[in-house]
C-alpha cells in the first residue's frame, strides 16, 4: 500500500513538474469564424511557446506583426496600422497578446485565395508556423501557406454574397 501511495505521489508531482503547458488549450494556426461581406473572417493565433524557442516565451516578446502577401508584406512602422473592418494591403498587422491562452491573435478579412505569410517577432525575427503547410520562400525558409475556401452556393444565398466581386479577384 505504501508503495501505491508513493507511486502516486511521484505521479502527481511529475505532472505538476511539466507546468501549465501541460493543460494548455492547443489552438490552430488559423479560424474561420464567421463571413464579413465578400471575404472570409480569420482568425490568425500564433503560438509563441511552441514556436519560438530560441527567443523565448510569450512574455519575452514585446510585439508580434502579421505580414504577408495579403498585405503586400508591410511590416514598417511607417505603414499605417490596421483595424478590423478597414482596409488591410499596405498596412501593418498587429497581433495582440491573449494572455490567458498565451496566443498572439488578429482577426483579419480575407476573400477566397492562397496566401503566404510569416509573424514578425519583436520586430525583427520572420517566423513560420510549421503547423502550415509550407512554401519555400527562396531565401533558405519558410512561409506558411493559408488557402481561404470558396463560398458555397448556401453562404452565397445566406449572407448575400456578391459573386461578381469574387470574380474580379
Known amino acids: 500500500m505504501k508503495g ?17 503547458n501541460s493543460i494548455k488549450t492547443y489552438l490552430p494556426p488559423y479560424q474561420f469564424i464567421g ?3 465578400n471575404c472570409r473572417q480569420v482568425k490568425f493565433n500564433f503560438d509563441s511557446d511552441k514556436i519560438v524557442k530560441n527567443i523565448g516565451s510569450a512574455k519575452e516578446i514585446k510585439v508580434c506583426w502579421l505580414a504577408g502577401s495579403f498585405n503586400n508584406w508591410a511590416m514598417s512602422k511607417s505603414n499605417p ?8 494591403q499596405d498596412y501593418l498587422i498587429i497581433m495582440e497578446l491573449d494572455t490567458v491562452a ?15 505569410y510569416k509573424y514578425i517577432v519583436n520586430n525583427y525575427d520572420w517566423i513560420y508556423d510549421d503547423a502550415t503547410e509550407l512554401y519555400n520562400d527562396g531565401f533558405g525558409g519558410y512561409c506558411s501557406i493559408i488557402t481561404v475556401p470558396s463560398f458555397t452556393a448556401e453562404e452565397i444565398e445566406k449572407y448575400q ?3 461578381n466581386y469574387l470574380k474580379i479577384k
Not at 498565451?102 to 503566404?116: A, D
Open 35 to 37: 463571413i464579413d461581406g
Open 81 to 88: 496600422v490596421y483595424y478590423y473592418g478597414g482596409p488591410w
Open 161 to 163: 454574397i456578391d459573386t
Open 4 to 20: 501505491l501511495i508513493l507511486y502516486f505521489i511521484v505521479f502527481v508531482l511529475s505532472g505538476c513538474a511539466t507546468g501549465w
Open 102 to 116: 498565451s496566443y498572439w491573435v488578429v482577426v483579419l478579412p480575407l476573400p477566397p485565395g492562397r496566401y503566404i
